[in-house]
């Protein structure tokens, strides 16, 4: 974690970079990311804080946000305030594309399709690697067990699509993925197989 020149708050995931001068000048507080962080922007109208981040831009004034840029793709899930994804100057050769995303929205920009999304944001479970907590509120089982393999790295698979429609409502703090089946089998009724790659999860699911 960092303080900026101009205030601004930002938490480094491993395995990133973030460059910024030692003094912001000119109209735009500019720097430029590699790989994931968290900014908490300081407010100041004047000076919108724009961040180059692979094929992307994002532009703010003061609020909070987690960004990743992987292979020139780009997330932003906005915790406070609204931000602008855009895409990167260099791109430019024709009208540019660009969406605002308010506070519990996320955007994404796909550098091969070089399409921009919009989305619900999560922005709870995109701080995972800072956090260490996982919240889930009425989420479908299949989406569960995708952002536990997501940010657990292990591979766990559902034996039939009813499993699937399961909702779970739980929080899961610094969780191993042994722990997380437990309550999962626990709450629905459910059998976790475990062979040398993968976890299977096994019952009559839901509804």
């Given at each position: 974690t960092d303080t900026l020149p101009d205030g601004t708050v930002v938490t480094l995931n491993a395995h990133s970079r973030l460059e910024y001068p030692m003094k912001f000048a000119g109209k735009e507080r500019q720097v430029k990311l590699e790989g994931e962080a968290f900014f908490d922007v300081a407010h100041d109208p004047a000076h919108p804080f724009r961040i180059h981040a692979?094929?992307?831009?994002?532009?703010?004034?003061?609020?909070?946000f987690n960004l990743r840029v992987r292979d020139e793709d780009v997330k932003v899930d906005v915790q406070t305030g609204t931000v602008e994804l855009c895409e990167a100057d260099s791109l430019a050769d024709r009208p540019q594309q660009r969406i605002l995303l308010k506070a519990g929205t996320a955007g994404s920009y796909d550098v091969k399709s070089k399409v921009l999304k919009?989305?619900?944001?999560?922005?709870?479970?995109?701080?995972?690697?800072?956090?260490?907590?996982?919240?889930?509120?009425?989420?479908?089982?299949?989406?569960?067990?995708?952002?536990?393999?997501?940010v657990l790295g292990d591979s766990i698979q559902l034996e039939n699509p009813a499993i699937g429609r399961c909702a779970l409502s739980t929080t899961f703090e610094n969780p191993s993925i042994a722990a997380a089946l437990e309550v999962i089998a626990a709450t629905f009724n459910l059998e976790i197989i475990r062979d040398e790659k993968h976890y299977t999860v096994k019952g009559n699911g839901c509804n």
């Open positions: 692979g094929a992307a831009d994002v532009r703010v004034l003061g609020t909070s919009k989305e619900q944001g999560e922005v709870e479970n995109a701080l995972f690697w800072k956090t260490k907590t996982l919240v889930f509120r009425n989420q479908p089982l299949q989406q569960v067990v995708a952002q536990l393999n997501a």
